[in-house]
């Protein structure tokens, strides 16, 4: 198959969207990114890339930054972790805190705001302090997408703690049902932290060998989670990685996902590769128009959808 062909022929099918959907201004730092801006990688098994557009521009990975956080709290807590968050589909907004009141602070799935903030207090605790626990998630990450200089963005960081009223309200809402055991504070900036850090599409496709090939990846052959947890990593991804337009995502594109509200999404295609795309512009579910689109025209011209 033809992959370089196929990803520029979705470049060109994707002009007529440029002009729709809005960057994440709710973060001002975010707010000043150019819209007009796609890339797109895929990473075979053997370290082949194929790529097209901007896809050596840094970018801000916010909730992509999800998945490798739970992967760590999956390893070291195992099925413990479901004591204090869930693994269903919430279908309210990723920061509501409705849900979290009526169901006593456990929230619904590792990848929404108030359930990320919980696995990260997790490893806050595993790790003994929130330098050490960012440190540990930045040199896994690292490690996955085979870049040791990925780095933080501080001044998206200090954009999101300047404006956090609504992820401390969380925190602290779920800190009176005893769900969280860590400062507040100190937590929320650790979250923040994780989700600035800057990657491009081509490290983050690389970055999910691991999760097509059942927790090893198939370059260094590093076993970083058993064959049962990248499963189950790979499931909530597909049922939840869109927030209330998972299912929507699972409908047109078929394969497992999380975005972020920086324009990236990451997709999984068992034992064949990575894929990530970026485009900053949003839809209303607060994920990526355009690259929503690209994928699903990249799982329809390749027949790679898991369905």
Same mark, same amino acid.
């Given at each position: 198959m033809d992959y370089q062909q196929i990803l520029e022929e979705i470049e060109i099918e994707i002009q007529p969207l440029f002009g729709q959907g809005k960057v994440a201004d709710y973060i001002p730092a975010l707010g000043d990114v150019d819209a007009d801006q796609f890339g797109m990688s895929i990473t075979l098994f053997d370290g082949t890339q194929f790529n097209v557009g901007d896809a050596d521009k840094l970018f801000s990975i916010q909730s992509i930054?999800?998945?490798?956080?739970?992967?760590?709290? +999956?390893?070291? $807590?195992? *099925?413990?972790?479901y004591k204090r968050v869930g693994r269903e589909p919430s279908g309210n907004p990723f920061n509501?805190? %409705?849900?979290?009141?009526?169901?006593?602070?456990? =929230?619904?799935? =590792?990848?929404?705001n108030a359930g990320a903030i919980v696995i990260?207090?997790? $490893? %806050?605790?595993?790790? !003994?302090? @929130?330098?050490?626990?960012?440190?540990?998630?930045?040199?896994?990450?690292k490690s996955i997408a085979g870049d040791k200089s990925i780095n933080i963005d501080s001044v998206v960081a200090s954009s999101e703690m300047e404006h956090a009223y609504r992820n401390l309200a969380l925190t602290n809402l779920m800190k009176s049902f005893g769900n969280i055991k860590n400062d507040a504070i100190s937590l929320v900036q650790t979250y923040f932290n994780h989700c600035a850090l800057q990657m491009n599409t081509q490290?983050?496709?690389r970055a999910m060998l691991y999760l097509a090939n059942h927790g090893i990846d198939p370059i260094s052959n !590093?076993?970083?989670?058993?064959?049962?947890?990248?499963?189950?990593?790979?499931?909530?991804? +597909?049922?939840?990685?869109?927030? @209330?337009? *998972?299912? @929507?995502?699972?409908?047109?594109?078929?394969?497992?996902?999380?975005?972020?509200?920086?324009?990236?999404?990451?997709?999984?295609i068992p034992q064949k590769m990575g894929i990530c795309v970026w485009s900053p512009a949003l839809?209303?579910?607060?994920?990526?128009?355009? &690259?929503?689109?690209?994928?699903?025209?990249?799982?329809? !011209?390749? &027949? +790679?959808?898991?369905?």
């Open positions: 930054s999800k998945v490798f956080t739970f992967t760590l709290a +999956l390893k070291y $807590l195992g *099925s413990e972790l509501s805190l %409705i849900q979290l009141e009526y169901e006593n602070g456990i =929230p619904r799935n =590792p990848f929404i990260t207090d997790t $490893l %806050i605790t595993h790790y !003994k302090n @929130d330098t050490k626990a960012f440190d540990e998630i930045l040199l896994f990450i490290t983050l496709s !590093k076993a970083y989670i058993t064959k049962s947890q990248a499963k189950r990593i790979n499931a909530v991804m +597909l049922t939840c990685g869109h927030y @209330d337009a *998972s299912g @929507d995502f699972a409908f047109k594109v078929g394969v497992s996902g999380k975005s972020g509200v920086g324009g990236g999404i990451v997709a999984v839809n209303e579910q607060g994920n990526s128009l355009i &690259g929503t689109k690209a994928l699903e025209l990249f799982t329809t !011209k390749t &027949g +790679l959808s898991i369905f």
